[in-house]
């Protein structure tokens, strides 16, 4: 299946990439300059780096170097990630606010045996909808500028703006590679299908969520349409920590939650270019879903996104309707969608009105 739906390079570049996630050697796969190239588009470039270090495949030095480039990097984003972690922990802990840091350097720990090999870039913290408001001028009043949407501090903007959006993007002055985007749902949907989805959390000073965030990062990779090979990647190491509870777990959240298809495509593909990952329980429930036409609908629609070139023309990541029009595949109920489309429209136009009244800010995250 992976022939039909994927490039060869793709599918070597996941063959590679296997070595290192628990599947078996590529043999003689050369690590190559589109390799490398394509690694990096799909921010995987560290975990290559991984692969083309052990000296089992031929490399070029400047490919090998360029990659040890981005190994160091990550790991650079990564110790710098965790000072704004701790800054966040002690400010927020002072002011007795409840949070979670979802996916990026704590899920990285979780999953890899070295974290820098996950390329991470934004810290995505997570706080109850009660507290959105106070956790965005906690984190203002540490220095970060609310930038997607601008946020002011007062007034009947900023009330219209934390009843809108879901999240705020928020960009470090002293150094905007330190970025925070702070929400207040898992989800843009909401309702009874999507509201009952939470992330049991691990205690500790950083607050985490542990194994369970399964089905969570299955649908973030739905909302983006897989354009990352990164986002499939981390589901290999995750879905080997899970024992069968756990693992009918996921597909139980996603009938809850009417993501089932999704769900089913979503490992479909992963099946597709990491065949050792899905799990037995699953394998039947699967060879089921795949006949169903809304399942290869969305299968083809993931491949076509994760094989484009670049992960920015026309997809999740910067093109609102695409965003919507992936939202509405993940969540099917008719109370869900119809949420969503009443939403969508009021929150779009509110980002807009705030990223063209204050400019300079806006211009951090365009930049």
């Not at 050697?25 to 052990?54: E, K, M, W």
């Not at 190491?237 to 959240?253: M, N």
């Not at 939202?327 to 009443?342: D, G, M, Q, V």
Request: glycine letters at 4%; charged letters at 25%.
């Amino acid at each position: 299946m992976a022939e039909a739906l994927f490039s060869p390079e793709l599918i070597q570049l996941s063959a590679l990439l296997s070595e290192v996630v628990g599947g078996t050697a590529a043999s003689d796969t050369p690590v190559t300059r589109r390799l490398c190239d394509l690694a990096f588009r799909h921010q995987v470039g560290p975990l290559l780096y991984a692969v083309a270090a052990s000296g089992r495949h031929p490399v070029a030095s400047d490919d090998l170097e360029a990659l040890h480039q981005g190994y160091h990097a990550s790991a650079a984003r990564r110790k710098a990630a965790l000072v704004v972690l701790e800054r966040v922990a002690d400010r927020f802990s002072e002011q007795d606010l409840s949070w979670t840091v979802v996916k990026g350097t704590t899920q990285a720990a979780l999953l890899y045996p070295d974290p820098a090999w996950r390329d991470s870039a934004d810290i995505d913290l997570l706080v109850p909808p009660v507290y959105f408001g106070r956790a965005l001028d906690a984190l203002v009043a540490m220095d970060f500028v609310a930038s997607y949407p601008p946020v002011p501090p007062r007034g009947l903007l900023r009330k219209l703006i934390l009843a809108a959006v879901r999240d705020i993007m928020l960009v470090a002055r002293a150094d905007p590679r330190d970025s925070i985007e702070l929400h207040r749902r898992l989800f843009f949907a909401s309702g009874a299908h999507a509201d009952f989805l939470s992330l049991p959390v691990m205690p500790g000073r950083i607050p985490a969520p542990g194994p369970d965030l399964a089905f969570y990062l299955i649908a973030h990779g739905a909302l983006s349409y897989w354009v990352r090979l990164k986002w499939l990647v981390d589901l290999v190491p995750l879905l080997a920590k899970l024992d069968t509870i756990d693992v009918l777990a996921i597909r139980e959240r996603a009938r809850c939650a009417r993501a089932e298809n999704s769900l089913a495509a979503s490992l479909l593909l992963l099946r597709a270019l990491f065949p050792f990952a899905v799990p037995d329980p699953l394998r039947d429930w699967l060879d089921e879903k795949m006949r169903k036409a809304a399942v290869q609908y969305r299968l083809r629609r993931y491949a076509e996104l994760l094989g484009r070139e670049d992960d920015q023309k026309h997809s999740p990541l910067n093109d609102a309707l695409v965003m919507l029009e992936a939202t509405l595949l993940l969540f099917e109920a008719p109370s869900t969608r119809l949420r969503i489309l009443a939403a969508a429209p009021f929150s779009s136009i509110i980002r807009r009105m705030a990223g063209r009244r204050y400019r300079a800010e806006r211009a951090l995250t365009l930049s």
